[in-house]
């Protein structure tokens, strides 16, 4: 019913910026709420906030001020902002939905953010 594709992952610089996409299919994204959560290795997974379908978003504390969720219904993309990179930042970046079950998952892209 859903597919998402994240993509945008990399290898940065301390202090360097990234946008992350996620592309989705089906005919129901643009009613659709999605979150953006991150993996580290031997972490459990954090979820970094979310987006509503109307666009309003919610996010964490520690990503406030450097991270911005936005979406564009019509390409069907949700992209993550994320400026002022640390190395704690490294990670695999997961767009999903939320409100349903199941909840949808990508594949995930690394980030890998270098001191």
């Known amino acids: 019913q859903v597919q998402l594709v994240e993509s945008g992952g990399d290898l940065v610089q301390a202090g360097g910026s990234l946008r992350l996409s996620c592309a989705a299919s089906g005919s129901i994204f643009s009613s659709t709420a999605m979150g953006w959560t991150r993996q580290a290795p031997g972490k459990q997974r954090e979820l970094l906030g979310y987006i509503s379908s109307q666009g309003s978003t919610t996010y964490v504390d520690f990503v406030k001020g450097r991270f911005t969720l936005s979406r564009d219904n019509a390409k069907r993309i949700v992209y993550l902002q994320m400026n002022n990179l640390k190395p704690e930042d490294t990670a695999v970046y997961y767009c999903?939905?939320?409100?349903?079950?199941?909840?949808?998952w990508g594949q995930g892209t690394q980030v890998t953010v270098s001191s």
């Open positions: 999903h939905t939320l409100g349903m079950s199941p909840v949808f």
